[in-house]
């Protein structure tokens, strides 16, 4: 089988898939089937965006680290805002802010709900800032063929750059408010950073699935697929095993006479390709599912029944199917692109980017240098190993750069990080839930009495700030609670400090 590589095509990523021999490269978050028109009415429990928040934006500099003249040019920073429970600034009430992931800011805001859910509890003003160069955050007058064009226009998108737009923004929108005494907490997968960065901005973050190890070959190249392995082996050892043996199976048919078009056939696929790149196609659909294999229905990335990596197993376990590996391998793909059954066939080359994620290659190519690529020999996907060199060669092709595998490690930390925050960080919340494959990634024990790790061995991505349902499980209401009373906590000492 040609090396699994999963690109933005997420993520993670990451808006459609293809396959590059000898690399891997996995995004943040991938895209889904889903049209932009649909996506405002299938969020989580069917909140509507339209009484969410409301969408302003902020003249922010393109560089904010040099002085060339070209550094002053600006763009419009798109973000949402939410004061429906905000307690003013005369009381200087708390304003939580959503650190922007890289996509479309309004994909991640229909999908914080837990921010919405504390919000009247603490008068919290709610804002979410939307990561330049994505969704409508884009410089050069908004023009993406320019600001796609190069190297030299596609320079300034960075973590660093972000984060600095975030300090900007905020500060500007305290003064605007009159609120430069209101407390800020961040949310979110950058908001570890952040807080590190810019304590002066925020008195504390809540980072979760964090996957800040996941760098300078801090954590094993493996662990990424061992925990897709496990969450799937732990809910079926025949649809383990049916998985993991079928990519040669894949591979062995489509170098047969008409073997492209049994392919075809057994996986509905909509138009003849000369590559179906069909272990992509599904490589992607075992990934997510794992990675919101949530306890109740949901559609961050596609519509999903609860326990989602459980209904693929059923479907490869399903007797019905008898000994046809593909079609226990259609099934299973159909919960993750098809749980609603309206489609009828699959594009597997289609180029639909609903969340606004296609900038994800870049940033995957200079800075975010996540080696997650290895698959030793009882991965469900077929052994290889990662393979940096291939990766290398394809960013320079692709983008006319070298990949800065240590920077990351060089700008935030990593290495011995108990150590080295136990020395000056505090008021940071990593949660991790260990069925999610950037886990792997995660801190996962408690650096200090204010940098503390929360795990949950049944949690998936992002699932403690999922929308709250009744049918949430107990130990994700207590993961929530336990988050609620910590920030309670740096709010309560913040307003102590301030009386001193």
């Not at 990675?291 to 949901?298: G, K, L």
């Not at 999903?304 to 459980?310: G, R, T």
């Not at 046809?324 to 609603?340: C, E, I, M, P, Q």
């Not at 991505?461 to 130990?475: C, G, I, Y």
């Amino acid at each position: 089988m040609a090396t699994r590589f999963i690109f933005l095509s997420f993520c993670l990523l990451f808006s459609s898939t293809l396959t590059i021999s000898n690399a891997k490269i996995f995004p943040t978050f991938p895209s889904s089937r889903i049209t932009p028109e649909k996506l405002s009415s299938l969020i989580s429990n069917s909140k509507d965006s339209q009484g969410l928040y409301k969408t302003k934006y902020h003249t922010q500099i393109l560089d904010h680290f040099n002085y060339n003249p070209q550094s002053y040019q600006t763009f419009q920073q798109r973000y949402l805002i939410n004061d429906t429970h905000w307690g003013g600034s005369k009381n200087n009430a708390p304003i939580f802010v959503y650190t922007g992931n890289e996509g479309d800011i309004e994909w991640f805001a229909q999908n914080t709900g837990f921010m919405y859910d504390v919000a009247p509890k603490f008068k919290a003003l709610l804002v979410f800032i939307e990561h330049r160069y994505y969704g409508k955050s884009i410089p050069y007058g908004g023009n993406k063929e320019i600001a796609y064009k190069n190297a030299s226009t596609t320079g300034y998108l960075s973590s660093t750059q972000a984060l600095a737009d975030y300090a900007s923004l905020i500060i500007d929108l305290k003064k605007n408010l009159t609120a430069t005494d209101s407390p800020v907490v961040v949310f979110g997968v950058l908001a570890a950073w952040f807080r590190l960065k810019y304590p002066h901005v925020a008195i504390g973050a809540l980072a979760s699935s964090a996957p800040i190890l996941n760098f300078d070959n801090i954590v094993s190249p493996y662990s990424f697929s061992n925990i897709i392995t496990q969450d799937f082996r732990s809910v079926s050892e025949n649809c383990y095993k049916v998985i993991k043996g079928s990519w040669k199976q894949i591979e062995e048919t489509a170098k047969k006479p008409g073997g492209l078009e049994k392919l075809q056939k057994a996986f509905r696929i909509c138009k003849s390709e000369k590559n179906l790149a069909i272990e992509s196609w599904l490589s992607t659909a075992f990934v997510y599912t794992a990675m919101t294999d949530y306890p109740t229905p949901s559609n961050f990335l596609n519509p999903l029944p609860a326990f989602p990596v459980k209904e693929m197993c059923k479907a490869i376990d399903d007797p019905k199917t008898g000994n046809d590996v593909f079609a226990k391998l259609y099934g299973a793909a159909s919960v993750y692109y098809n749980y609603s059954g309206t489609a009828k066939c699959f594009d597997l080359n289609g180029d639909s980017d609903p969340h606004g994620l296609s900038e994800w290659g870049w940033q995957a190519c200079t800075e975010m240098i996540m080696l997650t690529g290895g698959d030793n020999k009882d991965s469900i996907f077929e052994e290889s190993e990662e393979d940096y060199d291939a990766r290398a060669r394809y960013c320079k092709e692709a983008y006319g750069v070298d990949p800065r595998p240590n920077w990351i490690t060089t700008e935030f930390g990593g290495h011995k990080i108990g150590l080295v925050l136990k020395r000056f960080a505090s008021n940071i919340i990593f949660f991790n839930g260990l069925r999610d494959p950037w886990s792997g990634g995660g801190v996962l024990k408690n650096i200090s009495k204010t940098v503390l790790a929360l795990v949950e061995k049944e949690g998936a991505h992002h699932v403690d700030l999922r929308f709250s349902t009744k049918e949430d499980p107990q130990w994700l209401k207590d993961v929530r609670r336990r988050e609620v009373e910590i920030v309670g906590k740096w709010i309560s000492q913040y307003f102590q400090d301030l009386a001193q």
